[in-house]
């Protein structure tokens, strides 16, 4: 198994002249999960988008496998996925027909089938998103994860709108594709029951 | 997957999605089609201004009409998040956003070439120049949803776009109607055609090559 690296060198954000963070400094490797914590306003999801490259850092720079992400371009999505706080379900397409298109966008890991079935939607392969609950929605969302293949997770809120026993099974399915070599960086209110030995934790404080 | 699978499943989910949206579609047909009933009822009886001025009305009507499919390119994606999905694929996003593109003029532009000829011989046009204004239409076309793929692109973040992207839009396809309302007017005196349908295939060229990479880009700024 190839070991993977993020690094993080003195990031900073700024939003409307104000700093959100400055002089981040962070390493990320395979089998690590990395939570970042802070009150609402802190810039926690402007971080995400940072490390997704969607938005690009007021300063420093980020490497993956120690090369400039600017440099690596499209290349870098080969190994990452992103789940924001929408969905990017079409709400007029079957849970099947956003997985497929999801597939096709990227390396097919999982079959559909066994994806909707990790994530306790099994049976609604032909419901249409609109039909499906908040919490539905979100475990079908999460189920990209699954029917691709990907190395790096970024979860914004991964937990939203899910009842205890689907927060239990996310954070199962995160901790098995950790073990296997992967990394998850999240943001999460809820209280967490990850392994510890597994977790880094950066919280950004206004 | 290869490039090829995600262009084709890109094409293949907005049509689909289209269908699933059927009433969308038929709202700017029938837009085209008010605006040019409303020109006879505006001239009167004078069926021989009617005739010399049919290709002008039904190129503007076009034009007009698919600026308005124009905004849902890219907006419900944007909205919804599956925007990001496309820009985070590892394939080239100018690409996969020509499959959008394809799919947007599959579904505007099919309609209103297919409704052109039972509008122009309403409008008293002669065969053979319809066949021509249907050729220039069809080269055109493709440009218009090229172009305006940009402008929507770079409005995304803005609540109200609408009037704006007219704005944009709108100056930008001056060239291409000078050249097919002038393919047109040569074939009513019984001119050589070439020349203005070359310039046509040439702007269709210009634009297609050049514009998925500007519209690329201007996703990646309203993402930012």
């Given at each position: 198994?190839?070991?993977?690296?993020?690094?993080?060198?003195?990031?900073?954000?700024?939003?409307?002249?104000?700093?959100?963070?400055?002089?981040?400094?962070?390493?990320?490797?395979?089998?690590?999960?990395?939570?970042?914590?802070?009150?609402?306003?802190?810039?926690?999801?402007?971080?995400?988008?940072?490390?997704?490259g969607l938005r690009q850092p007021d300063e420093g720079e980020l490497f993956w496998n120690a090369q400039a992400l600017d440099d690596l371009g499209a290349a870098f999505y080969q190994d990452v996925t992103y789940i924001g706080h929408s969905n990017g379900l079409k709400?007029?397409?079957?849970?099947?027909?956003?997985?497929?298109?999801?597939?096709?966008?990227?390396?097919?890991?999982?079959?559909?089938?066994?994806?909707?079935?990790?994530?306790?939607?099994?049976?609604?392969?032909?419901?249409?998103?609109?039909?499906?609950?908040?919490?539905?929605?979100?475990?079908?969302?999460?189920?990209?994860?699954?029917?691709?293949?990907?190395?790096?997770?970024?979860?914004?809120?991964?937990?939203?709108?899910?009842?205890?026993?689907?927060?239990?099974?996310?954070?199962?399915?995160?901790?098995?594709?950790?073990?296997?070599?992967?990394?998850?960086?999240?943001?999460?209110?809820?209280?967490?029951?990850?392994?510890?030995?597994?977790?880094?934790?950066?919280?950004?404080?206004? | 997957?290869?490039?090829?699978?995600?262009?084709?499943?890109?094409?293949?989910?907005?049509?689909?999605?289209?269908?699933?949206?059927?009433?969308?579609?038929i709202n700017p047909l029938a837009f085209f089609v008010m605006v040019v009933t409303l020109f006879p009822l505006a001239l009167g009886a004078e069926p021989l201004l009617l005739k010399r001025i049919a290709p002008a009305i039904i190129w503007v009507a076009a034009l007009?009409?698919?600026?308005?499919?124009?905004?849902?390119?890219?907006?419900?994606?944007?909205?919804?998040?599956?925007?990001?999905?496309?820009?985070?694929?590892?394939?080239?996003?100018?690409?996969?956003?020509?499959?959008?593109?394809?799919?947007?003029?599959?579904?505007?532009?099919?309609?209103?070439?297919?409704?052109?000829?039972?509008?122009?011989?309403?409008?008293?046009?002669?065969?053979?120049?319809?066949?021509?204004?249907?050729?220039?239409?069809?080269?055109?076309?493709?440009?218009?949803?090229?172009?305006?793929?940009?402008?929507?692109?770079?409005?995304?973040?803005?609540?109200?776009?609408?009037?704006?992207?007219?704005?944009?839009?709108?100056?930008?396809?001056?060239?291409?109607?000078?050249?097919?309302?002038?393919?047109?007017?040569?074939?009513?005196?019984?001119?050589?055609?070439?020349?203005?349908?070359?310039?046509?295939?040439?702007?269709?060229?210009?634009?297609?090559?050049?514009?998925?990479?500007?519209?690329?880009?201007?996703?990646?700024?309203?993402?930012?």
């Amino acid at each position: 198994m190839s070991e993977f690296t993020l690094e993080a060198r003195q990031l900073a954000c700024q939003r409307d002249d104000r700093v959100l963070f400055s002089g981040l400094n962070f390493h990320l490797y395979s089998g690590q999960i990395l939570l970042i914590e802070g009150v609402n306003g802190a810039g926690k999801t402007s971080l995400l988008r940072i490390l997704t490259g969607l938005r690009q850092p007021d300063e420093g720079e980020l490497f993956w496998n120690a090369q400039a992400l600017d440099d690596l371009g499209a290349a870098f999505y080969q190994d990452v996925t992103y789940i924001g706080h929408s969905n990017g379900l079409k709400d007029t397409l079957t849970a099947q027909e956003n997985l497929r298109y999801v597939q096709a966008l990227a390396t097919p890991a999982l079959s559909i089938d066994e994806s909707l079935q990790q994530v306790h939607l099994n049976g609604y392969q032909d419901t249409l998103v609109r039909y499906l609950s908040a919490g539905q929605r979100r475990r079908l969302a999460l189920a990209r994860l699954l029917c691709t293949h990907k190395t790096l997770w970024i979860l914004d809120e991964p937990f939203t709108s899910l009842d205890r026993v689907s927060i239990q099974l996310i954070e199962q399915l995160m901790t098995a594709h950790v073990k296997q070599g992967g990394m998850v960086i999240m943001t999460s209110h809820h209280e967490t029951h990850l392994p510890a030995t597994l977790v880094q934790k950066i919280e950004l404080r206004r | 997957m290869t490039l090829f699978t995600a262009f084709i499943a890109v094409i293949r989910r907005d049509l689909l999605l289209a269908y699933r949206h059927r009433a969308d579609l038929i709202n700017p047909l029938a837009f085209f089609v008010m605006v040019v009933t409303l020109f006879p009822l505006a001239l009167g009886a004078e069926p021989l201004l009617l005739k010399r001025i049919a290709p002008a009305i039904i190129w503007v009507a076009a034009l007009l009409a698919s600026l308005l499919s124009m905004e849902s390119l890219f907006r419900s994606d944007f909205e919804d998040g599956s925007l990001e999905l496309m820009v985070m694929s590892p394939h080239p996003l100018s690409l996969l956003v020509l499959a959008k593109i394809i799919a947007h003029w599959l579904l505007s532009s099919m309609p209103l070439l297919l409704m052109t000829p039972f509008i122009a011989t309403m409008l008293g046009m002669d065969a053979d120049v319809m066949l021509v204004l249907l050729v220039t239409l069809l080269l055109g076309m493709p440009v218009l949803s090229l172009i305006g793929a940009i402008a929507v692109a770079l409005t995304l973040g803005l609540r109200k776009g609408g009037a704006l992207l007219a704005v944009l839009v709108l100056p930008l396809y001056v060239p291409m109607l000078i050249f097919a309302s002038g393919a047109v007017d040569a074939a009513m005196s019984g001119l050589p055609i070439g020349g203005h349908l070359s310039m046509l295939a040439a702007i269709l060229c210009l634009t297609l090559t050049l514009t998925p990479w500007a519209t690329a880009v201007a996703l990646k700024m309203s993402l930012s």
